[in-house]
């Protein structure tokens, strides 16, 4: 079946730490997408890749690193420098840049905690 | 600027009566698409609807339909005959055709309960 899937479900981080939040899809999306959720609040966007090895700052990116390698992968790190991590992450993807009647399709999330 | 607005941060109803969800929108763009999605408590956001700026028929997909006026920049989205599996969070998004971004409202949280 296609789709995205994110992993891991849970994820718990010591202060000063930093984690990467896996993030793969398999229905060829050239664009790939992580926002930020926290309780009560919409998504804000993180890091958006239009393309492979090509990827643009969202609203909310300091802190945050990511990479676009290959074309089904875009891993998210949370670095140290995140002051306030704690929140749920959703990953998405959708067809190509060009194409913008195409909605996103979103992968499960990953919540993380700092302990 | 783009920009959504998703007045209704909760909406409270009783199984079986309507509720509508406002979404008011802004951009400059001439050409842009609207999205409705839900969001249950399992946390994974899923597609509901997309309308493009060229069309403003109404939709209606079983209890589900949607009202796009453009002329108040509005696209709502109405639930006919609530069930308690309604309950979640709603989200209209903006995505216009000169960016590679989407823009969310906030969300407007709905409880069915029986």
């Known amino acids: 079946d296609g789709g995205i899937t994110q992993s891991p479900k849970y994820l718990f981080r010591k202060e000063g730490q930093n984690v990467t939040l896996s993030c793969e899809q398999n229905?060829?999306?050239?664009?790939m997408y992580w926002y930020r959720q926290d309780p009560g609040q919409g998504l804000r966007l993180i890091y958006y890749?239009?393309?492979?090895?090509?990827?643009q700052k969202g609203d909310i990116a300091e802190g945050y690193s990511v990479s676009r390698e290959k074309k089904e992968s875009f891993p998210l790190t949370v670095t140290s420098a995140q002051k306030n991590p704690t929140a749920f992450y959703l990953c998405?993807?959708?067809?190509?840049?060009?194409?913008?009647?195409?909605?996103?399709?979103f992968g499960p999330g990953t919540r993380l905690t700092v302990l | 600027a783009q920009k959504v607005t998703q007045a209704q941060t909760e909406i409270s109803v009783v199984e079986k009566e309507d509720v509508t969800l406002d979404c008011v929108y802004e951009?400059?763009?001439?050409?842009?698409?609207l999205f409705w999605y839900k969001q249950p408590p399992s946390g994974e956001l899923v597609f509901l609807i997309r309308?493009?700026?060229?069309?403003?028929q109404n939709e209606i997909s079983g209890r589900y339909s949607w009202n796009f006026q453009k002329s108040t920049s509005s696209f709502n989205f109405t639930i006919t005959a609530s069930q308690v599996v309604d309950s979640a969070v709603y989200f209209c998004?903006?995505?216009?055709?000169?960016?590679?971004?989407?823009?969310f409202g906030a969300g407007t949280q709905v409880v069915v309960t029986p």
């Open positions: 309308r493009n700026s060229f069309d403003e």
């Open positions: 951009t400059r763009d001439t050409t842009y698409y």
């Open positions: 998405a993807s959708s067809i190509g840049p060009g194409l913008a009647a195409n909605e996103q399709f």
């Open positions: 229905l060829n999306h050239d664009a």
């Open positions: 890749s239009q393309i492979v090895n090509d990827f």
């Open positions: 998004a903006l995505r216009p055709l000169s960016w590679g971004k989407f823009q």
